[in-house]
């Protein structure tokens, strides 16, 4: 570029200019340099056709960069070709597919995240399912203890971490040892309440809990995950953390690299041997990176420079279904996706709002972190040249410019999150929280609140009967109860949990106790339940309970004494033959007498109707 000063007019130089720009990040800016090379001397290399052809490719002027692609096939001796060959009709079918997005560009508005970036990389971003907590990776200055890289001269990678406040995101903090190194330590997957973290390091995944505000020390995953023979970078746990989907094989040459996304599941504590997944539906001949699968269990976002992309990385996003397969993957278009790489997306609980790394001319002056959200506009966005189309990359579509924000993919999801504490000091709590559900009684979480905070999180898929129980030591466990239909789109339920002492005079609802109207049959559903409260009695003998059963105020009174009392007998014997003493156990029915709702709603008769324990 100095250069460039003197001698503007040299066909060499503007050449040598334009095809270093191809090897930035900045690759937009090569056209006007090769173009002038090509204006001032046709021949100034062999490959100018092929390099213009890039040039316009990154310019989303497809249709000529198939022209210039189309005229170096044509135009090179054969033995050039054949070294070309693949990279060349690869490249063409880029452009084809990038015309067809062009012309059917998404409802999405993109935003650059300006409070988060900086001139410097700033890229993977991972965020908890209720957009709460966003961490990422940043070679800005300042990071890893001011050391420099000798391999490209930036600073190492370090991890950031920045909370939203008032709808904002706050600046961002280095987040510190043990996380942050002298060497790269990079963002890779974050579980969906926060508190567990994989990060990459020493071309290995690594793993990380938060125990109150500190994280642990990072533990290389074992070797069925973290290989000695390839290189493995990204990661994310399933909903249940049963099972880790990675990608391993990604190197930094593109010749070899051939990263493909793989799964391995957890059987009685032991990470077992990973398999490719999805077979050839999701993993191409092409790279594969930044895998990322949504709360909802079944829908897995992660990048690719196969499918039907449209040059470099591309979002795309592929479907479990009921039979366990993955549906051909879709890619997320424009302008979400560019012809430059688009990576390391993650989607909020909602399915409305993602963040990604991506580099556009809107940035800040290298990868920058961006956020994607679905709207419904006055009328579809449809770009028709190349000048529109980067007219709207630079000025994203402002939120006060769209009509209604909207989701376009109904998510059937529900986030549970809230506060537990001691019910008299107020005492934060770490608590063992399960999940259950409650009509097989297979056990389909364990989770901690934060010892800290007591803060906890999970998602629920919809269409089933979910169980809660939180428990800690010292302490009566506390049950809820999630009965979510099928179709229930996403809802946020804000439960804060009290706490008892197990001591005299406390009592807790049993509220994953199930009975058909008017009867007094336990349903199958109770056991889960049941068989906690039996554990409870069983390591604490010294215990003796009432049992109660309640009604709301519906129907004949002495009808509803002889319901709630037959309920209250039906679980004491329940737990006779679990084992337990009959000299420990007393019930009676209350009927409507103590009701801890109001009896004018549907809900409060809903509350009112229950069965409880109270230790005499």
């Not at 908890?128 to 490209?152: H, N, P, W, Y």
């Amino acid at each position: 570029m100095k250069a460039y000063e003197y001698n503007k007019e040299n066909a060499e130089l503007n050449f040598k200019i334009g095809y270093c720009y191809l090897h930035t990040l900045y690759k937009m800016k090569s056209l006007s340099f090769l173009q002038s090379a090509f204006d001032l001397k046709p021949e100034v290399s062999f490959d100018i056709h092929y390099r213009l052809g890039q040039a316009y490719h990154y310019n989303y002027m497809f249709d000529t960069a198939i022209e210039h692609y189309s005229k170096f096939k044509n135009n090179v001796p054969n033995e050039v070709y054949l070294v070309f060959a693949k990279a060349v009709n690869k490249k063409i079918k880029e452009c084809k597919y990038g015309a067809e997005f062009q012309m059917d560009v998404k409802n999405v508005m993109v935003q650059n995240i300006a409070e988060l970036n900086t001139a410097f990389g700033d890229y993977s971003p991972l965020i908890t399912a209720d957009e709460d907590v966003l961490i990422f990776t940043s070679r800005r200055e300042g990071s890893s203890f001011g050391e420099i890289s000798k391999q490209d001269g930036q600073y190492f990678e370090d991890i950031y971490i920045s909370t939203k406040r008032n709808g904002t995101w706050q600046t961002p903090r280095n987040i510190g040892k043990p996380l942050n190194t002298k060497g790269h330590d990079a963002t890779v997957g974050l579980s969906a309440d926060g508190q567990k973290l994989f990060i990459y390091r020493d071309l290995d995944i690594y793993y990380s809990e938060l125990e109150g505000n500190t994280w642990s020390k990072p533990r290389r995953m074992p070797r069925t995950i973290s290989s000695k023979d390839y290189a493995e970078n990204s990661a994310c746990f399933s909903t249940d953390e049963k099972t880790i989907y990675f990608v391993r094989g990604k190197t930094a040459d593109p010749k070899t690299s051939n990263g493909d996304i793989y799964y391995s599941k957890l059987v009685n504590g032991k990470w077992q041997k990973a398999k490719k997944l999805g077979g050839r539906t999701l993993n191409t001949p092409y790279d594969e990176d930044g895998v990322f699968l949504h709360p909802d269990g079944r829908t897995l976002y992660f990048s690719s420079k196969g499918h039907n992309s449209m040059g470099g990385y591309d979002i795309f996003s592929s479907t479990l279904d009921d039979h366990g397969n993955w549906s051909k993957p879709v890619n997320m278009g424009i302008p979400v996706n560019s012809p430059d790489d688009d990576i390391y997306f993650v989607m909020a609980a909602d399915g409305r709002t993602g963040y990604y790394s991506s580099v556009k001319p809107s940035g800040r002056g290298a990868t920058d972190l961006y956020k994607m959200v679905f709207v419904k506009l006055d009328k579809p966005l449809f770009i028709d040249t190349e000048d529109n189309l980067i007219a709207c990359l630079e000025k994203p579509v402002s939120e006060a410019s769209v009509g209604e924000v909207v989701e376009i993919k109904k998510n059937y999801l529900t986030i549970v999150k809230g506060t537990i504490t001691d019910a008299v000091t107020k005492e934060k709590l770490k608590s063992k929280i399960e999940i259950s559900d409650n009509d097989t009684g297979k056990k389909l979480l364990t989770l901690y609140s934060n010892q800290l905070t007591g803060k906890y999180l999970t998602a629920l898929a919809s269409g089933k009967n979910y169980g809660m129980a939180v428990t800690t030591d010292g302490y009566l466990f506390h049950s809820e109860n999630f009965n979510i239909p099928k179709k229930a789109e996403y809802q946020e339920i804000t439960i804060d949990i009290e706490l008892y002492k197990l001591k005299k005079g406390s009592k807790v609802v049993l509220k994953n106790i199930s009975f058909d109207t008017g009867k007094y049959i336990l349903k199958p559903a109770s056991n889960v339940e049941l068989n906690r409260l039996t554990k409870i009695l069983e390591e604490n003998p010294q215990i003796r309970i009432e049992i109660s059963g309640h009604t709301d105020s519906q129907g004949n009174y002495n009808g509803n004494v002889t319901l709630s009392k037959n309920r209250a007998s039906a679980v004491v014997s329940y737990l006779i033959r679990q084992g337990i003493s009959k000299s420990r156990l007393t019930s009676r029915g209350a009927s409507w007498d103590e009701p801890i709702d109001t009896n004018k709603t549907k809900a409060g008769r809903a509350n009112n109707r229950r069965v409880e324990f109270k230790i005499l």
